[in-house]
């Protein structure tokens, strides 16, 4: 039986909706998912329309085969909205709407704090039940992005996570969700990796 294409949901936990940085890297993360799934955006602010309960995502989380989260950086920590949501999740732990389904991360921020966010975050989505795909968690910095646009040193910014690193989360979702598919390809998944700084990352900065 051939394999179908994977369902994936994207959760846009931003405080913004779809107004803020999240929702600008979910248009550009749907475009590149939707070679290889069927894909689905879900914005979980509130608006003066709408307020999506627990129960009402339910059936969405249950049909997908994989996820992406998105937050923004707020002292520290993810967005309330996503606290609620984790929160509300709590007794589905271990259940099928999560057990063995990939998950991605992206996160936004000023200039610090999000891979704080992004580490704590992927261990929850871990002990709910979900797995990992390799570098499938991202940190956008808006500091990093100047110093990227702006290089007094271009070597120096080598290392740094930048938009183009989104096209290697949005695969390996996709590629984790493929091989975990009922009926799916014996074909071994095909990881792929961002640019790594294998040579100045010992390197004195300070002086």
Do not use: I, Y
Not at 151 to 168: G, S
Not at 174 to 184: I, S, Y
């Amino acid at each position: 039986m051939p394999s179908r294409r994977p369902r994936l949901l994207l959760l846009n936990a931003s405080l913004a909706g779809d107004a803020g940085n999240t929702a600008v890297l979910f248009a550009r993360a749907r475009r590149l998912l939707a070679r290889r799934a069927t894909v689905e955006t879900l914005t979980l602010a509130p608006t003066a329309d709408t307020r999506l309960d627990f129960a009402a995502l339910r059936p969405k989380l249950a049909a997908a085969d994989g996820f992406l989260f998105g937050t923004g950086t707020h002292w520290d920590s993810w967005s309330s909205v996503l606290q609620k949501f984790l929160e509300d999740a709590t007794p589905t732990e271990g259940t099928a709407p999560w057990l063995g389904k990939p998950a991605a991360v992206v996160v936004s921020e000023h200039s610090t704090g999000g891979k704080g966010v992004l580490s704590r975050l992927q261990g929850v989505l871990v002990t709910l039940g979900c797995t990992l795909p390799p570098m499938s968690g991202l940190v956008l910095s808006r500091a990093a992005l100047l110093a990227v646009k702006h290089p007094h040193d271009p070597a120096a910014t080598r290392d740094f996570w930048c938009e183009a690193d989104l096209l290697v989360v949005c695969h390996n979702l996709a590629e984790a969700a493929r091989v975990t598919l009922p009926h799916a390809s014996p074909a071994l998944p095909r990881w792929r990796t961002w640019p790594v700084d294998r040579r100045d990352f010992h390197t004195r900065w300070l002086t």
